[in-house]
């Protein structure tokens, strides 16, 4: 499995040029060699399948055991961490740096995939800990919050974001469309976007907004995920299902348009029991 990440030419200049994208690949050549079965965030050896993310824990009392495929990414700009999951996303983030390979606690975003009893659930967790610019290390959220279901209450509009395909392309430093009959515009405080070999995640596009709002969709021709408007905005913290994307090529640059929109509530949501935990399977 392969990954190519474009950071935006007006990201390396404000500082938000992506730090490093892990995607795991199968062995090959024949190799019989395995990965070091010691190293920490290297979840594997028990019967698990490579590039799958096992979710465990529980929530609203329910329990919870779900796999789905999935790679993992990390930028700075600020920073971000995405675990990319088929049909679902875990997002966390911060403002402070910290040393690589720091245990770092945070506050996060999940989008439950499909496939389990939490399919389409949005979660915010206030004490989210991973592992700084290690993306494939596990993930542990707790301090949850129900904050909706996708596809939540269908919202007419749009929202365009311009990506620059490689250092030389140029595109604004905005987001900028309607929502729900009114007229938005967002200063996009990082972006980036990827293209990879897998048929899951064809490609990927995701972008800060304002100060603490942002995007994050993945997908084949058309693409999914997640935008939570920023606290600036009208509707502050809002979290909108995206559905579906539509996209543009012009020489250096693709806007990608988030389509199908629909609101499924607002962080920090309702406090709801339990606890998850995400752990990736760099072997079988």
């Not at 390396?12 to 010691?38: I, K, W, Y």
């Not at 494939?136 to 620059?164: K, Y």
């Not at 990879?196 to 995920?225: N, R």
Request: proline residues 5%; aromatic residues 8%; glycine residues 14%.
């Amino acid at each position: 499995m392969s990954t190519r990440i474009n950071p935006s030419a007006a990201s390396l200049f404000v500082g938000a040029s992506l730090v490093a994208t892990v995607l795991a690949a199968a062995a090959c050549g024949g190799s019989d060699e395995q990965p070091d079965r010691g190293t920490a965030g290297f979840g594997g050896g028990s019967g698990c399948t490579i590039n799958e993310w096992s979710i465990t824990g529980s929530f609203e009392g329910e329990a919870l055991d779900a796999k789905a495929i999935g790679h993992g990414a990390a930028y700075l700009y600020g920073w971000t961490q995405t675990v990319y999951l088929e049909g679902g996303l875990v997002r966390t983030w911060g403002e402070e740096t910290f040393e690589e390979g720091d245990a770092v606690t945070t506050e996060g975003v999940f989008l439950a995939p499909p496939g389990s009893i939490a399919a389409g659930k949005v979660l915010f967790s206030k004490s989210a800990r991973v592992t700084f610019l290690e993306p494939l290390d596990p993930v542990h959220l707790e301090q949850l919050n129900s904050v909706g279901t996708c596809p939540g209450s269908p919202v007419a509009g749009s929202l365009s974001i311009c990506f620059a395909n490689g250092i030389q392309g140029e595109c604004p430093d905005s987001a900028t469309g309607s929502l729900d009959g009114r007229d938005v515009s967002y200063a996009v405080k990082g972006k980036s976007s990827g293209s990879s070999s897998t048929p899951e995640f064809q490609q990927s596009a995701q972008a800060g907004l304002e100060t603490d709002g942002f995007v994050v969709v993945q997908g084949g021709e058309s693409m999914s995920g997640l935008l939570v408007l920023p606290s600036t905005d009208d509707d502050p913290l809002s979290a909108y299902c995206v559905g579906s994307t539509e996209s543009s090529t012009q020489e250096d640059a693709t806007t990608v348009t988030l389509t199908g929109l629909s609101r499924a509530g607002a962080l920090p949501g309702t406090p709801i029991e339990g606890s998850l935990d995400f752990e990736f399977c760099m072997y079988p």
